[in-house]
């Protein structure tokens, strides 16, 4: 067994990290373990900019053909490059879609042994917070730089909190019961974004006064505040795999990349290189330029990773494994996405130093950590 002090210390880690600290979780909804940039780098205006009455621009999502739906994508001849192609999003006045968000993100703590071995004081758990939305996006215009004004509709809404197992907060705007929920509101009301034909957010529109509308003290008031926050909305529209390239024309095989760093509090952060590649442009298949995404450990945003970083002595003590990795596909011939995922994991082990060799089952402490990006167009 673990000497008691060492036990002690690590199960000590591990309520912290049930009450919120090592995840860098806050109360039922930790929202995300992202680190955000500098101010100053940020890529979105300050929010609730006032809108230009310009151009209507598409989100994270695409919109509605700019070619005609039959264009094709040229065929490279044997032993040459493949022909490059555009990725970009287009955008028309008037045309709508509607799309369905999906946004997770869960902590949790295991012990794992033989029967009796758990400690009296250990309790471990999941806690998290999965949203799903589904939304109407309309374009209101568009401009000579292809950036677009879109008004986003939600149409239908769900949330589920826990916090140690526990449900908080169990949220379906489609259950008669949960009318009453100022979650419900969120349903018919929405906001304006303005957006580049690379994805990128350029600014929020219209979003205050909906925020102010939702002010209260209950858990569902809270919950939809968090919901309408700068970060949460670029978090569900933003379009990171375009954005990211510094060129439009991309051959397959071509790469770009992005930095993004989570905190976990007492278990300490990482930096991840996005590296984005175009995998293949799938002919028949409308013709569907499919990106995939791989991360890798980077040492950039070290400065801002020191800020989130709480001293822990037992976090050395865990083996730690980790995946990162994503896919974009992207109708060329409308400029719209069929489909984006994004998805971290990240799992800390430490096992009983003192275990005998051959033990069948060796006590251990599991810990882990996700967090999901999905988008897709619903017919």
């Known amino acids: 067994m673990v000497k008691t002090s060492l036990l002690n210390g ?22 995300s373990f992202e680190i955000e940039p500098p101010p100053e780098s940020a890529a979105v205006t300050p929010a ?44 028309t006045p008037d045309q709508s879609a509607t799309y369905k968000v999906t946004t997770e993100v869960q902590k949790s ?24 939305m589904t939304f109407e996006q309309r374009i209101e215009s568009v401009d000579a730089e292809g950036d677009a004004v879109l008004q986003i509709t939600i149409k ?30 969120l349903v018919g009301e929405g906001y304006k974004l303005q957006m580049s034909a690379r994805g990128e957010i350029l600014a929020l529109i219209d979003v205050e006064p909906l925020r102010k509308a939702l002010e209260g003290p209950l858990p569902g008031h809270d919950t939809a505040q968090k919901l309408l926050s700068r970060s949460r909305i670029l978090q569900r529209h933003e379009v990171v795999a375009l954005s990211a390239s510094n ?12 930095v993004k760093a989570f905190s976990f ?23 569907l330029a499919v990106i995939e995404m791989k991360a890798i450990p980077s040492a950039a945003l070290a400065e801002e990773m020191h800020k989130q970083q709480v001293v822990n002595p037992f976090a050395g003590m865990f083996d730690n494994i ?10 060329l011939a409308t400029g719209t996405i069929r489909r984006y995922v994004e998805e971290m994991r990240t799992e800390w082990v430490v096992a009983d130093p003192q275990a005998v060799a051959g033990e069948a089952r060796p006590s251990a402490l599991r810990m882990s950590a996700m967090q999901l990006y999905r988008l897709e167009s619903v017919e």
């Open 322 to 331: 980790a995946s990162y990795e994503g896919r974009l596909e992207l109708e």
């Open 48 to 91: 609730e900019a006032t809108a230009p009455e310009a151009d209507s621009s598409a989100q994270a999502v695409a919109q509605a053909p700019a070619t005609p739906p039959d264009a094709r994508v040229p065929v490279a001849e044997p032993n040459e490059p493949a022909p490059a192609v555009e990725l970009a999003l287009k955008f």
């Open 109 to 132: 703590v295991q012990w794992e042994g033989a029967p009796g071995t758990k400690p009296a004081a250990f309790k471990g758990g999941s806690s998290g917070s999965r949203v799903e």
């Open 247 to 258: 060129e439009q024309a991309v051959r397959p095989g071509q790469d770009w990349s992005s």
């Open 265 to 287: 509090g007492m278990m300490g952060a990482q930096s991840y290189e996005r590296i984005y590649t175009l995998k293949e442009v799938q002919a028949d298949a409308g013709p």
């Open 10 to 31: 690590i199960l000590y880690s591990v309520m912290v990290c049930l009450s919120g600290a090592i995840c860098g979780c806050r109360g039922v909804d930790p929202g």
């Open 156 to 185: 239908a809404l769900k949330y589920l909190g826990r916090m140690r197992d526990n449900v908080i907060l169990d949220f379906d705007s489609a259950r008669d019961e949960d009318r009453d929920n100022p979650l419900a509101k």
